[in-house]
Every structure is written in structure tokens, then in C-alpha cells.
């Protein structure tokens, strides 16, 4: 694996990246729109009002019991079968846990998961709130990018999109250096990356269903793209 390179830089990625380049007119006409749709999200969340109170002690608690075996006691999961949950956005955990279980009257859930639907469908409110602020306040192992010939690529894509496709930078929902926005888009930053693509996979196959945009995005992109993308991402700081 390639090791981090020590950078003051907040893109700073765990090697060193080709010299960046503007991106497009065009790609950053589809990164106005993407910020557009995502202040009108933002604005959405905080109009549902102040967010309920959290017991982190209890949501340590479950997580040793139910989560550790595959996410880690601290959220880090050991191997990129299971993705790492320190520090990731509280918010976003808990809309996961919901979208686990199907809706009353619905056949399947949102996000297809017959382990995590177990696991999601015996937690109450309360529970999945406690158990994403927990693991929201640790600390994040960060991953490392391991393949140069595809950095470069993934840096285009994260950075500017892809104009001739229709897909916009990930960077408009994702930020400059993957610390996503809570509810709604997860910090990507040193994700296992074969995690990420495994999802961008899902997404575009319709497995998972969680997000209209992001299997929009994803239906476009080839196998090469996603995995590109998805190795950049690991090795962001």
C-alpha cells in the first residue's frame, strides 16, 4: 500500500497527486447546480427543527454489542468488506439505519442489507440516533490510495466531473476534501475504496436506492470511473 505523504494541505491525498487543472465551463456549471440542489437540502433538514438529544453512553453500548464485530469498537472496521463509521456524519448514520427497514407497505427497504436490516429493524428512534452520534465522535483511521496510474483520473472526476456524460464533480455535495454534509452526504475521506466503489456499483445496478441522485450519477459511470474514483477518495485528508 502507498503510504500518506505528510501535506499542510486540506485536499492532501496519501500520495502525491498530479498538479490539479481548472475544471470546465461546463463542469462547473453542473458544480452550481449540485451546490444549488444541496443548499435547498440543507435548508430542508434545518427547517425540522433542532435536533433531538443524544446519550453517547448508550449508543457505546450497542455498539459494542451489536456493531463491533464488523465496524469496530471505535468504528473502524478492520478489512473493506464493512465501511468505516468513525467520524462519519451523525445524521447520515441515522438516515441509514432507517433506510435498512422497509416502510410500512413497501416490499423492500431502501438500501438492501439483509444483515444490516436485522440488526437496523431491532433498534428503536432513540437507538439509531444514540448509536450514530457515537460513532460520529471518533476518530477515523484514514485509508491511502493505492493505485497512481488511476489518481490522476479519479482527481478529474472528484474535481470537475465528467461534462460529456452529464456528471457533475463530487466535489459540489462531496467538498474539496471529502468532508461531505451531514444527512445527506457522507465524508468519503479515507474510506476503504473498495468500499466506495462496491456502493457506486450498488447504485448504479439499483441495489441500492437510498439516493435518486446518486444512481442517476453512477448509471453513467463505467467500471474503470467508479474504481478511479474511489481510490482518490481513500487517500483524501
Same mark, same amino acid.
Given at each position: 500500500?502507498?503510504?500518506?505523504?505528510?501535506?499542510?494541505?486540506?485536499?492532501?491525498?496519501?500520495?502525491?497527486?498530479?498538479?490539479?487543472?481548472?475544471?470546465?465551463?461546463?463542469?462547473?456549471?453542473?458544480?452550481?447546480?449540485?451546490?444549488?440542489?444541496?443548499?435547498?437540502?440543507?435548508?430542508?433538514?434545518?427547517?425540522?427543527?433542532?435536533?433531538?438529544?443524544?446519550?453517547?453512553?448508550?449508543?457505546?453500548?450497542?455498539?459494542?454489542?451489536?456493531?463491533?464485530?464488523?465496524?469496530?469498537?471505535?468504528?473502524?472496521?478492520?478489512?473493506?468488506?464493512?465501511?468505516?463509521?468513525?467520524?462519519?456524519?451523525?445524521?447520515?448514520?441515522?438516515?441509514?439505519?432507517?433506510?435498512?427497514? /422497509?416502510?410500512?407497505?413497501?416490499?423492500?427497504?431502501?438500501?438492501?442489507?439483509?444483515?444490516?436490516?436485522?440488526?437496523?429493524?431491532?433498534?428503536?428512534?432513540?437507538?439509531?440516533?444514540?448509536?450514530?452520534?457515537?460513532?460520529?465522535?471518533?476518530?477515523?483511521?484514514?485509508?491511502?490510495?493505492?493505485?497512481?496510474?488511476?489518481?490522476?483520473?479519479?482527481?478529474?472526476?472528484?474535481?470537475?466531473?465528467?461534462?460529456?456524460?452529464?456528471? /457533475?464533480?463530487?466535489?459540489?455535495?462531496?467538498?474539496?476534501?471529502?468532508?461531505?454534509?451531514?444527512?445527506?452526504?457522507?465524508?468519503?475521506?479515507?474510506?476503504?475504496?473498495?468500499?466506495?466503489?462496491?456502493?457506486?456499483?450498488?447504485?448504479?445496478?439499483?441495489?441500492?436506492?437510498?439516493?435518486?441522485?446518486?444512481?442517476?450519477?453512477?448509471?453513467?459511470?463505467?467500471?474503470?470511473?467508479?474504481?478511479?474514483?474511489?481510490?482518490?477518495?481513500?487517500?483524501?485528508?
Amino acid at each position: 500500500m502507498i503510504r500518506p505523504a505528510s501535506s499542510s494541505s486540506e485536499q492532501a491525498v496519501a500520495f502525491r497527486q498530479p498538479v490539479a487543472r481548472p475544471a470546465p465551463r461546463a463542469a462547473r456549471g453542473l458544480a452550481a447546480l449540485a451546490a444549488t440542489v444541496l443548499l435547498a437540502v440543507c435548508g430542508a433538514v434545518q427547517a425540522q427543527g433542532a435536533p433531538k438529544k443524544v446519550d453517547l453512553a448508550k449508543g457505546q453500548q450497542i455498539a459494542s454489542q451489536a456493531c463491533a464485530a464488523c465496524h469496530g469498537a471505535d468504528g473502524n472496521a478492520t478489512g473493506p468488506a464493512n465501511p468505516k463509521l468513525a467520524g462519519q456524519h451523525a445524521d447520515y448514520l441515522y438516515k441509514q439505519l432507517v433506510n435498512f427497514v /422497509p416502510k410500512p407497505g413497501a416490499k423492500q427497504a431502501e438500501r438492501v442489507n439483509a444483515i444490516m436490516m436485522g440488526f437496523a429493524s431491532t433498534l428503536s428512534d432513540d437507538d439509531k440516533r444514540n448509536v450514530a452520534a457515537y460513532y460520529a465522535s471518533q476518530t477515523k483511521k484514514p485509508s491511502a490510495a493505492k493505485d497512481k496510474a488511476l489518481v490522476e483520473l479519479g482527481q478529474q472526476i472528484y474535481r470537475g466531473g465528467i461534462p460529456g456524460k452529464q456528471v /457533475p464533480s463530487c466535489a459540489g455535495c462531496h467538498g474539496p476534501a471529502g468532508a461531505g454534509m451531514p444527512a445527506q452526504y457522507p465524508r468519503l475521506a479515507g474510506q476503504w475504496a473498495e468500499y466506495t466503489e462496491s456502493q457506486l456499483v450498488q447504485f448504479r445496478g439499483g441495489q441500492r436506492m437510498n439516493n435518486a441522485q446518486m444512481m442517476a450519477i453512477s448509471a453513467r459511470l463505467s467500471d474503470r470511473e467508479i474504481k478511479a474514483v474511489a481510490d482518490y477518495v481513500a487517500g483524501l485528508r
